[in-house]
């Protein structure tokens, strides 16, 4: 009788689990969690979404031999200025290691000081997506690795022919494409192989891996209550599941700022269809803590903004004036995501939703 009611108030309690849990709520919440993945607490997900459950993402091995060599030449182009226009502008420049291979910035800075209007993707499993880029303009690291180079407001060259001489001009270049791709000098794509051969080794196990492949004291019971919180409560898994956490396809969260300065219609912009305005990329959420500030724009500064800014059910575009009014875009921009319901947190429950994300 002890046991079934100890059941039975276990599944009450996942089922509805409260904003202000004892520490014995917390444990047996973190005991639901701590065994294998197929045994844990249902997603509570929309209608229609079929979600990948959480898995640890298979790390590929370091390369070697050839492939070792590619990756160290894709490295030291990625590294190099001498592919911008201006001989100042790096790759790296926006994707830093140091700040989890983005820049840190709201938006990122390119030739002349030009301020774009996104903020720089981070680089984390680049070579596991597809497609690339906030709008999704890049199906593949190759064509990523190439669109910036001719961008006016990235390294601004003004055909890739150029890119090509310059590299091809440099003994120590020529000595490199020669032993790696058997030419006496390089072609623009053997340029993009070498540097998404080296962005392909940009990943790393993270603390929710190890939690998911049984090392079950890696998350402490707050974080397991984020997690919690995460995928039943919040609704995040909708579209941040699987090994990558995402989807991998375009949302309009009501941040396209249409008729601001600082508009932008995302995916629209690629595929010119109305449906799309106003659409971007679900991000991974690996690494999520190191690569702030956060949106295609980088409107928010931090992960507990972040979090009450889904919890307020996104952001909105209205017309703000006739002008607006009659831009034939504005309906569309205004049609967020069905996915973006309010939800009510305690001060407790964001801290460990925060903590949560902080493993990931």
């Not at 989890?100 to 997506?129: C, I, M, V």
């Not at 790393?204 to 995460?230: C, K, Y």
């Not at 017309?319 to 319901?341: C, H, Q, V």
Request: glycine content about 8%.
């Amino acid at each position: 009788m002890e046991e079934r009611a100890f059941e039975q108030r276990r599944q009450a309690l996942l089922a509805a689990f409260p904003g202000e849990p004892s520490d014995q709520d917390l444990a047996i919440l973190a005991a639901a969690y701590r065994q294998p993945v197929e045994a844990f607490p249902p997603m509570r997900l929309f209608p229609g979404i079929e979600a990948q459950e959480f898995a640890p993402l298979p790390i590929p091995p370091r390369p070697k031999g050839k492939d070792l060599e590619k990756a160290r030449l894709g490295f030291k182009l990625f590294t190099d200025p001498l592919l911008s226009r201006s001989g100042q502008i790096a790759c790296q420049s926006c994707h830093n290691r140091e700040l989890g291979w983005g820049d840190g910035l709201q938006t990122s800075f390119g030739h002349d000081r030009a301020k774009g209007k996104r903020n720089a993707p981070p680089l984390f499993n680049a070579g596991l997506r597809s497609p690339l880029f906030w709008d999704g303009r890049a199906d593949t690291l190759e064509d990523q690795a190439l669109l910036p180079l001719t961008d006016q407001r990235e390294m601004a060259n003004h055909d890739l022919a150029t890119v090509v001489e310059r590299i091809g001009a440099r003994p120590d270049y020529r000595d490199a494409f020669r032993s790696v791709y058997n030419v006496s000098s390089p072609a623009i794509e053997d340029v993009t192989d070498a540097i998404a051969a080296f962005q392909r080794t940009l990943e790393e196990p993270t603390v929710l891996d190890r939690f998911l492949s049984g090392r079950h004291d890696a998350l402490n019971d707050e974080q397991i209550w984020g997690m919690h919180i995460f995928r039943t409560k919040g609704g995040c898994a909708n579209c941040h599941n699987g090994p990558l956490l995402t989807d991998n396809k375009f949302h309009n969260l009501g941040l396209s700022l249409l008729g601001r300065p600082r508009e932008d219609v995302g995916r629209y912009a690629v595929t010119d269809r109305l449906l799309d305005v106003g659409r971007f990329r679900t991000p991974s959420l690996r690494h999520v803590s190191r690569t702030a500030p956060y949106m295609h724009n980088g409107i928010i500064r931090d992960l507990r903004r972040t979090v009450i800014f889904y919890q307020v059910g996104g952001g909105r575009t209205r017309p703000r004036n006739e002008s607006e009014e009659a831009n034939p875009l504005m309906p569309y921009a205004g049609m967020t995501s069905p996915f973006l319901e309010p939800f009510p947190l305690t001060q407790r429950e964001r801290r460990a939703l925060v903590a949560f994300l902080e493993a990931l």
